[in-house]
């Protein structure tokens, strides 16, 4: 596991980190859990593209389904991880003096097959979301599996040196939302993961 010292620095010096078994197990388990009966219940739907009032669905360009987080009235585990959120939003403010005031983000689910081509998360015209967060739910990951996410790992590029990253059980990835180019892998068999935006004002 990375100390925070760790994580800044990659931040710092790279822009992005990639941190393993970030939570514990029992508590990863219950967020896929509870992820995976919201899904059942017909909580989820197809994730768009675009903002406002450009937000369409184009499932040539991305195939996840999506299920925003409310702010308040969550579960323990879900509390548990928002918390921990906070923690680390005071500490990259107090590092790097970014002003990030909030986070957004939702329960994500890949059925088999799907994919989102390469992206910035931070959308043309917007200025608010700062850094991705992303926690993955995926135990007993494999490789060949599928649903790595390829980040570029050039400030500003999507082309040139990148990392794949699989979507293990408890890996959190941090980047740049206005800087990483990256792309989610087609998935051979569910990937689950909660992702999600400290933005500014």
Not at 89 to 95: C, E, G, M, S, Y
Not at 161 to 190: D, N
Request: glycine share 8%; proline share 3%.
């Amino acid at each position: 596991m990375v100390s925070v010292e760790n994580l800044i620095e990659s931040i710092n010096q790279r822009g992005w980190a990639v941190v393993t078994n970030c939570m514990k197990h029992t508590d990863s388990l219950r967020l896929k859990a509870e992820c995976e009966a919201a899904y059942q219940s017909g909580d989820f739907q197809p994730a768009g593209v675009g903002h406002g009032m450009d937000r369409t669905i184009r499932e040539d360009i991305r195939q996840d389904q999506v299920m925003w987080i409310d702010p308040h009235g969550n579960s323990f585990e879900l509390e548990t991880y928002l918390a921990k959120l906070e923690n680390l939003r005071l500490t990259l403010n107090q590092h790097f003096f970014l002003g990030l005031f909030d986070f957004e983000g939702h329960f994500a689910i890949y059925p088999k097959g799907a994919f989102y081509k390469a992206h910035l998360d931070r959308h043309a015209g917007t200025i608010d979301r700062i850094v991705t967060v992303i926690l993955y739910l995926n135990p007993d990951w494999q490789p060949g599996d599928g649903g790595e996410l390829k980040l570029w790992t050039t400030s500003g590029e999507r082309e040139g040196a990148f990392q794949l990253i699989e979507p293990r059980m408890g890996t959190m990835v941090y980047f740049l939302s206005g800087e990483f180019w990256h792309e989610v892998m087609p998935a051979q068999k569910t990937r689950t993961s909660i992702t999600g935006w400290f933005r500014q004002r």
